[in-house]
């Protein structure tokens, strides 16, 4: 089941599975910016994530002393939400702690997302609310794969990154996969032109200086792109699919990342994870601006 949302320039449809926007039409051009899966490639579209973001070491994790078990990026994305308020231009869409989400994440808790047109924007608003009588830890964000190219007679490689300041870049593990963050790089190259290689070791992880920070993917005309900011974004990833040549570029705006490669595993000291105190309430944005 889908739910829809559009104004004058722009037309989104959102999968309740998962709250995932499964199109972003561009009225005025007639394109999809959004990428339509493909299981040769990739098979999501934009997927939330939650409560994790990445990988657990061994898939698990341990919450006073007891071992739950999650897969990439967690049930999110895998999960019924519910519509909680619409109108023409703006969804709300919740999921809530239950028996089954219990058996792998141990806190109750309340997530909303809002999806709200403006102009040639969407804006993606994240809330959780800590239900728990314990303070409860989450990590969570987008995944929103992009079209490239967006036009006719374009290729992957005619497009570029650009990133809206300085930064630090953290690596992962190539045989595990998990984080490094203990030997993260600084950088200030702002734009980096799109090769198949650029993700020969998986996604670009980046920690801007400044917290109000953008990426963005345009062509070299600038003619057609997309660029995703945010005032509160701890990290962002940059990803496509290495060696198969999947059409799409995801720009990930994220609060948390991978377990670490030197994690104990106890979820409460997982790094760069979120704390909520009893009672206490959780709130990040970020906005897809088309161009």
Not at 84 to 102: M, W
Not at 129 to 148: M, T
Not at 172 to 186: C, E, M, N
């Amino acid at each position: 089941m889908t739910v829809t949302i559009e104004n004058d320039y722009l037309k989104v449809t959102i999968g309740l599975k998962g709250a995932q926007p499964q199109s972003i039409w561009n009225k005025g051009t007639e394109t999809e910016y959004l990428w339509q899966g493909d299981e040769r490639y990739w098979k999501w579209q934009a997927p939330q994530l939650f409560p994790i973001i990445g990988k657990l070491k061994n898939d698990t994790m341990f919450v006073d002393g007891k071992a739950f078990h999650m897969q990439q990026h967690g049930f999110g994305r895998h999960t019924q939400f519910m519509v909680v308020a619409q109108t023409p231009t703006q969804v709300t869409l919740a999921l809530a702690d239950n028996a089954t989400t219990r058996t792998m994440f141990p806190y109750k808790f309340r997530l909303e997302i809002t999806y709200h047109l403006q102009r040639n924007k969407l804006q993606v608003q994240y809330r959780v609310e800590n239900r728990d009588e314990q303070a409860i830890y989450f990590s969570l964000g987008g995944h929103p794969g992009f079209n490239v190219p967006l036009q006719k007679n374009q290729k992957f490689t005619d497009y570029q990154v650009e990133l809206s300041g300085p930064y630090n870049e953290i690596n992962l593990d190539p045989f595990s996969g998990l984080a490094r963050p203990a030997q993260k790089v600084a950088g200030n190259q702002t734009q980096w032109a799109l090769t198949r290689q650029a993700f020969a070791n998986d996604a670009h992880i980046y920690e801007f200086a400044d917290r109000k920070a953008s990426v963005a993917l345009f062509d070299r005309k600038r003619t057609a792109g997309v660029r995703i900011s945010s005032t509160n974004v701890r990290y962002w990833g940059v990803w496509s699919t290495y060696p198969a040549a999947g059409p799409f570029v995801c720009i990930e705006p994220w609060w948390g990342i991978d377990d670490t490669v030197t994690t104990d595993q106890d979820f409460t000291h997982k790094f760069a994870n979120n704390m909520l105190a009893i009672g206490a309430k959780f709130a990040g944005d970020y906005t897809i601006a088309i161009y």
